[in-house]
């Protein structure tokens, strides 16, 4: 099936879509969206300029600041924000399509971000109707009394990694608590998302609430995050980027919440079930095409099951099943645009000069006309300095250090300028309690990967972010907190 055949005429261009409607089309760049998988044009996004995102940022300020979003009481709003959730989980089909058009990512780890993407609403409507206050009486003269209220206009800004799961969560976490909000999503993953805002409506989110634009980072996402009518900045996406927005959100004195990148310690202790290791450290750093922020594309190894793990690590990259997106058997599909590939191939270069040694890959897979189809990669690095074990690759390529013992491992895993999350692989209690409480990263998972509850939080230490998504986390961003004093 080739999906760009899906795509009626008028579903090719994105646009933006402000105050309930599609923006209407004039002027403005227009950018061509690129499948991964055939590399064939699928449609085009029209770039919104300063004026068009000051537009989107005015129908965000009146819904707050008259409409009746921020007015309702959390269960008028949960009855909507449940309806979007079945409005999605009813046009799953369409969704995954549009996605796995936009991203590359394969068919079936594309399913569960649509499910994803549904549970972050119900989950964040849940959270905001069972909020509660808080009552002082310690001087019995006054009730002190605290409530959340909802704080504004958020911008949020979303990556191109996993697009539908992202940029929901950020939405869910944002509007739950009565706030609105203007969404720029990732200028190569424009359709799926699009498409979410448009059923944000059909399932009744009054006009104002949810706003999209579109366009390159440098042009409509810097007019949105350094736009002075906004009150906060939600932001997913890379490190560097991350900077910048704090800096552009920073002269106006905006808060920001930055969930950044990774390069994640996947530990494999010589106490681990190596079996349920190589699983899990396969997944941790092969699944979603290897694009994500929580991968654990740094292994560490003990010596003395390094031959063993390493031996079967690489056999099983190898039979990674690789093709179309769309088949349903396929585990990894193409990366998601052409510089992104060129860049993690460009690694495996950096790999060889400093000394490192590729195990498997490093270069495109074979026998695909088009597609920006990649080999799973593996280097055992020469050690931890390298630049494959600090830098951020995003992709499939996993960077293997050897350890001796567990406190060398420890350090090792300090040794980053990332702390999003960690692996631990061992059936060793001692060594999987002390490695998650030295380990400095914001998730520790042992001998699982991926375990993501939503209700936790969940952020980074370092360079991988500032706050938490989750349940009270994302309350606290999200509110203002105030408190009134009445004498009685
Ligand atoms: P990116 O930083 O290049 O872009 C993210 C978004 O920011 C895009 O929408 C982009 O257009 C926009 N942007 C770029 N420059 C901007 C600027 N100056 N002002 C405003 N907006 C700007 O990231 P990416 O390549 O889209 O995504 C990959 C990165 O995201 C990786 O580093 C990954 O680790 C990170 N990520 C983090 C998490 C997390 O939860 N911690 C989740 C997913 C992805």
Not at 133 to 153: A, H, I, M, S, W
Not at 156 to 176: E, Q
Not at 249 to 269: D, M, Q, T, W, Y
Not at 339 to 346: G, P
């Amino acid at each position: 099936m080739n999906i760009a055949t899906r795509l009626a005429p008028d579903r090719r261009l994105v646009t933006s879509f402000i105050d309930g409607a599609a923006a209407a089309t004039g002027p403005g760049t227009l950018i061509e969206v690129i499948d991964p998988a055939t590399e064939q044009v699928v449609g085009e996004l029209r770039e919104a300029d300063a004026g068009e995102v000051g537009q989107a940022v005015a129908a965000a300020r009146r819904a707050f600041d008259t409409g009746p979003w921020p007015r309702m009481s959390s269960d008028e709003r949960k009855a909507i924000l449940y309806r979007i959730r079945d409005v999605i989980l009813q046009h799953r089909d369409e969704l995954l399509a549009l996605e796995v058009m936009n991203t590359g990512l394969p068919v079936a780890s594309v399913a569960w971000q649509v499910s994803r993407a549904a549970a972050n609403f119900e989950m964040f409507a849940d959270v905001a109707s069972t909020l509660a206050g808080q009552t002082f009486t310690q001087d019995p003269r006054y009730l002190t009394y605290v409530t959340r209220e909802p704080k504004g206009v958020a911008a949020l800004i979303a990556p191109w990694n996993a697009p539908l799961a992202l940029a929901s969560m950020r939405i869910a976490t944002c509007i739950a608590f009565g706030n609105t909000c203007v969404l720029k999503p990732s200028e190569y993953t424009p359709h799926s998302i699009l498409r979410m805002v448009e059923l944000c409506h059909v399932a009744g989110l009054p006009n104002g609430v949810l706003n999209l634009v579109n366009g390159r980072g440098h042009v409509t996402g810097e007019s949105l995050v350094s736009h002075p009518g906004i009150d906060m900045v939600g932001f997913t996406g890379g490190s560097e980027t991350g900077r910048s927005i704090m800096a552009a959100a920073g002269r106006n004195l905006k808060p920001c919440i930055l969930e950044l990148g990774g390069k994640s310690a996947s530990i494999v202790f010589d106490s681990a079930d190596l079996d349920q290791a190589i699983d899990g450290t396969l997944m941790g750093i092969f699944s979603n095409n290897g694009q994500q922020c929580l991968a654990g594309s740094r292994i560490l190894i003990q010596r003395s099951v390094a031959d063993r793990y390493i031996d079967a690590f690489t056999r099983r990259a190898r039979a990674i099943r690789i093709g179309n997106p769309l088949d349903p058997n396929t585990e990894m599909g193409p990366l998601a645009f052409r510089r992104h590939m060129e860049r993690v191939l460009s690694f495996a270069d950096i790999a060889r000069a400093e000394g490192g040694e590729i195990l498997t890959g490093g270069k495109r897979a074979e026998g695909f006309d088009a597609g920006y189809y990649v080999e799973p990669t593996i280097v055992l690095a020469k050690d931890n300095e390298a630049r494959v074990c600090q830098e951020e690759i995003f992709g499939p390529f996993a960077s293997l250090v050897l350890f001796d013992d567990p406190e060398e491992a420890v350090a090792i895993a300090n040794a980053s300028a990332f702390g999003l999350v960690s692996y631990v692989w061992s059936n060793d209690l001692a060594v999987t309690m002390k490695a998650s409480r030295d380990i400095r990263a914001g998730t520790i998972w042992v001998n699982t990967p991926m375990m993501r509850e939503l209700r936790a939080p969940f952020g980074g230490y370092k360079e991988s972010g500032i706050g938490r998504d989750g349940m009270s986390s994302s309350a606290d961003f999200f509110t203002e907190l105030k408190t009134t004093s009445i004498p009685y």
